[in-house]
Structure formats: C-alpha cells, structure tokens
C-alpha cells in the first residue's frame, strides 16, 4: 500500500466515497481490483476508529434512529444450513442523526436483534453529555434497548407509519403510499412535534446513493461483512468531517463542535492509512 502515492489513495477513495463500484473505480483510476479493495478496507477501518475517538460529550438535543438493510455474500432466502448466518445474508446498519447538525453520532452493523439494538443504543448513550429526546419508527427491540441503554434520563417516542394496501405485482418498485402516522410518546416527556423520523430515513437515502453495495437491484453487494463494515466507516467519517451539508453550509462535525475545522480528503486518507 505504500508504493501508492497519498494523491492516488485519495483519487480512489474518492471516487468509492461518491458510490461508485470497485471495478468502475478500477477502470477510472487504472488501479488493480484488489488493491482497491485493500485500500477501501484499510480506511474503512481507520475511520471507524478515528468516529470512536471522536464522537464523545456530544451535546445533542434531539436523535432520530433507524436501521437500513443490505445484504452479504447472498440474499438472506438463499442462505443455507452450512452457512455461517452471522457472515451472510441480511446485514442491517442501526444508524443515529442529530437532526440540528446531521450529525452521526454511533451506529452498528449486523443482524436485525434485540442484542444489537441494546448494543447500538448502549453506544450511542456513552457518547452523548446530556439528556436526549429519541425518535425512532416502531421496531419492538428498541423500547427495551432505550430502557436499558438510558434508564430514566430519556425523552422517547415513536413515529408509527401505517401504509395504504396495494397490490405487489411485478413492475412495482415504488414503495407505498403512507395513509396516515401516529406519534406515540414511549418514555419521559418527548415533544410530539420532534418524534418523526423524517431526517433518519433522509440519511438512509444518502447512504444508498453514496455507497454502491446498498445500491438496491444491482450486483455491487459486499461480498465479505469486512468489507461491509469497513464502507460504512469510511461513508460516515467522510459525511462527518469532509463533506459540507448544503444547509449547514459546513459539515456535521463542525457544526456539532467536535471539529474546529473542514477536513479535507486526503487530510482523512492520510490520518487513516500508514
């Protein structure tokens, strides 16, 4: 990895960082598959470590959480017996938002279990300094995993979306239409006007535009969790510390205070790689 230059490395993470495939970057940056996939990991990880150093004391008011899915190696019907389940097949990312700052303060990739939701929520709790108000859609695990992440010291409610009967035929990709929602207060004192989910299921949009293996209908799936895991670190770092929100007219990371300046691209390959 070393005889690629620092321009090089920043080339090629750019280009992965604005979701475009492995071998699209391949043929772009005239750089082997395989190195581009070291690359990719070897930041990855280096962001994921440089997120848990950084995101501490956070001052939030308000979280919005949700969790998108993906899937590993094949889909999850097509998983068999012999299979390792924990390496294939559906792979969720718990994702949090600061809907002030867009700010992404913890998240979790793995499988969609009350284990992990308790595990996301204890997280996100450790990195926060003061009393939240949390939003979430209405996924059963989370009310326990707030309980036991937060206690009493939370402000919780739930966005219910109940969706108007179609009929799913083929051709049809659209999802459907909301006929109406509820918000539903689950612990302390949320203000109703803050429990929509609204901002969190914008960012899951975001992640399936900027990262290729959440891509739906295509075949850039992740072919190892590794590698699935390290894109979401390198997706969320990058989000964070790089790139400027267009109403914020900077990045999450400055206008939440944990960075007093814009980072650039190759400032975050070079803090990540050796």
Not at 53 to 58: F, G, P, R, S, V
Not at 188 to 214: C, K, V, W, Y
């Amino acid at each position: 990895m070393n005889r690629i230059s620092l321009a090089r490395r920043t080339q090629i993470i750019g280009a992965l960082v604005e979701g475009n495939s492995i071998r699209s970057t391949e043929r772009m940056t005239e750089t082997h598959r395989d190195t581009i996939m070291r690359l990719m990991v070897e930041v990855g990880n280096g962001c994921a470590k440089l997120l848990d150093e950084e995101m501490h004391d956070l001052p939030c008011k308000r979280i919005q959480v949700d969790e998108i899915w993906a899937y590993v190696g094949k889909k999850q019907r097509q998983v068999s017996k012999d299979d390792d389940k924990t390496r294939v097949g559906d792979q969720w990312t718990f994702v949090a938002i600061d809907p002030d700052t867009k700010l992404i303060p913890s998240y979790l990739v793995g499988k969609r279990s009350k284990s992990n939701a308790i595990a996301f929520m204890t997280d996100l709790s450790e990195r926060l300094a003061n009393r939240v108000q949390i939003s979430s859609d209405a996924l059963s695990s989370y009310v326990d995993a707030v309980e036991q992440a937060f206690g009493a010291d939370v402000d919780y409610g739930q966005a219910v979306k109940f969706y108007e009967a179609e009929p799913i035929g083929p051709g049809r990709y659209s999802p459907p239409k909301v006929g109406r929602s509820e918000r539903t207060a689950i612990a302390g004192a949320p203000d109703r006007a803050h429990i929509p989910t609204s901002m969190i299921e914008r960012q899951n949009l975001t992640m399936r535009m900027s990262m290729r293996r959440f891509t739906r209908l295509t075949n850039g799936f992740s072919k190892k969790v590794e590698n699935h895991r390290a894109a979401v670190g390198l997706h969320f770092a990058h989000y964070n510390f790089v790139r400027l929100h267009k109403t914020l007219r900077t990045t999450p990371a400055m206008a939440a205070g944990v960075s007093s300046r814009l980072w650039s691209l190759e400032e975050l390959v070079e803090a990540t790689t050796k």
